[in-house]
């Protein structure tokens, strides 16, 4: 399955991980992870648990894969201008075109 760049309509639910793969990817659930139309929140403990993909994408395109990334980080003359990497949890979704999913995403709240 490819991959769209960007959501063009907005998700706020995760869908369930339905692919064989998925057996293989570990993430926590999204149940512990409550989602807005702008940001995903979460305890320090469902942040850890997922894998970090700051400067590329996962393989193994399927919905409901989910990942952490800290956007901005990687970008030198954004942090030399003064710009604050974020924490993002992106996830593949859905997508109106066939045999494509979407890459969704939300700043990460994280609360203890």
């Known amino acids: 399955m490819e991959h769209a760049t960007v959501c063009d309509r907005m ?3 995760i869908p369930p ?3 064989p ?3 293989y990817w570990k ?3 999204p149940s512990r992870i409550a989602l807005d139309e702008t940001h ?3 305890d320090s403990a469902t942040f850890n648990a997922l894998e970090e993909y700051s400067s590329s ?3 193994g395109v399927y919905e409901g894969k989910m990942w952490k990334r800290h956007d901005g980080a990687f970008d030198a003359a954004f942090v030399r201008s003064g710009g604050r990497p974020v924490w993002l949890l992106c996830w593949f979704g859905p997508s109106e075109k066939p ?3 979407s890459i969704n995403k ?3 709240l994280r609360v203890d």
Do not use: H, K, W, Y
Request: aromatic share 0%.
């Open 11 to 13: 998700i706020t639910n």
């Open 40 to 42: 995903a929140l979460m």
């Open 27 to 29: 993430q926590p659930s």
């Open 21 to 23: 793969l998925g057996r």
């Open 57 to 59: 994408i996962p393989s």
């Open 99 to 101: 045999d494509m999913v």
């Open 106 to 108: 939300r700043e990460i």
């Open 17 to 19: 991980m339905t692919d």
